[in-house]
């Protein structure tokens, strides 16, 4: 594949070698030949195995579990490509780990989404792709161009086939997630219901207000990030004791770290829906209520626009 910038070229990390292979195959061309592996001190070590002067080099890696190895990966892979003169190097980051460290929580602590932006802009990347970051504005941590896509065409298109969607209220789990529930809100033409949580003295335990009326609707939850799960869980029991029928939740990253995958599946959740921007692990597969979707065909088209210098924006419209 050509584009204007080069002969397009595709390298995969180690973190979801299944997606990077199905984004290829969206794009009808092979991997290229490359060799991500570690030393007996497991330090990484990387070869690419092709001629990349002058192309346009998309590296698909996302800096998930575990995190730094997967970072360190897509560093590396950089650095080995621009030594190797690619004309242009995109990071593409499905899952950009380090998001939820975006600002000073607490006096003394760091910054680490910016730390990690500064790091892949240090090791030679040119632009990044990135999906459903965790806060829009951490675009701004990169000084290079970065395009940050959605999850949403693939979620509407999978619940305009599942449900009647005059039965459909769209939830955000949590106050910081209204603008991404209310968009999707209003691409499906549903209401929108939102879960303020609340700790009314210390010690005490949480409180979740539930603002709207969500008595006989099929809730459905949305949110960027499922990690250990507790957000969705007592969400969704907050949700059935105010009169919801059932609750489904549409989560762009199943982080689903620890016992994540046990509490979902007891929970009372009808069923939780995430995207491939993380591999699954063997717990995801077999939890019963837990269902993959694949972002392989966005991913692959913003990937082909970007080659040809055409819009991605133009994608979400
Ligand atoms: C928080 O702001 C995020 O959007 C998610 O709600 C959060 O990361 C989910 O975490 P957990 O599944 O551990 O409750």
Redesign the pocket.
């Known amino acids: 594949m050509s584009g204007k910038n080069g002969s397009v070229k595709l390298v995969a990390g180690n973190s979801n070698p299944a997606l990077a292979r199905d984004i290829a195959q969206w794009l009808n061309m092979p991997l290229t030949k490359a060799s991500v592996r570690r030393f007996a001190d497991n330090e990484v070590f990387v070869e690419i195995q092709e001629n990349v002067r002058g192309s346009d080099v998309f590296i698909i890696q996302s800096t998930s579990y575990p995190a730094n190895d997967h970072l360190m990966e897509l560093l590396i892979i950089t650095d080995a490509l621009r030594r190797a003169s690619a004309r242009r190097i995109t990071a593409v980051i499905p899952y950009f780990g380090y998001a939820?460290q975006d600002r000073k929580a607490g006096p003394r602590t760091p910054i680490s989404a910016k730390l990690v932006a500064n790091l892949i802009t240090h090791a030679g990347a040119d632009r990044v792709m990135t999906l459903d970051l965790?806060a829009g504005q951490i675009q701004g941590f990169f000084d290079i161009p970065t395009d940050n896509l959605y999850a949403s065409p693939v979620m509407v298109r999978d619940i305009k086939e599942r449900f009647d969607l005059s039965k459909v209220m769209v939830v955000s789990?949590?106050v910081?997630?209204v603008v991404r529930a209310r968009g999707l809100a209003k691409r499906i033409n549903a209401p929108l219901a939102i879960i303020d949580k609340r700790r009314e003295r210390a010690g005490e335990s949480e409180v979740m207000n539930v603002i709207g009326d969500v008595a006989g609707y099929t809730c459905i939850l949305l949110?960027?990030?499922?990690?250990?799960?507790?957000?969705?869980v007592n969400a969704a029991e907050a949700l059935l004791a105010n009169g919801a029928t059932e609750v489904y939740a549409y989560i762009t990253h199943g982080v689903l770290s620890g016992g994540a995958c046990a509490r979902i599946t007891n929970s009372k959740l009808k069923e939780l829906v995430i995207t491939d921007s993380i591999q699954a692990t063997e717990g995801v597969c077999k939890a019963p209520n837990i269902r993959t979707i694949t972002i392989a065909s966005l991913i692959a088209e913003a990937i082909g626009r970007t080659a040809a210098e055409e819009s991605v924006s133009s994608l979400f419209d």
């Open positions: 939820r965790h789990p949590d910081g997630g949110d960027d990030i499922v990690d250990s799960g507790g957000t969705l």
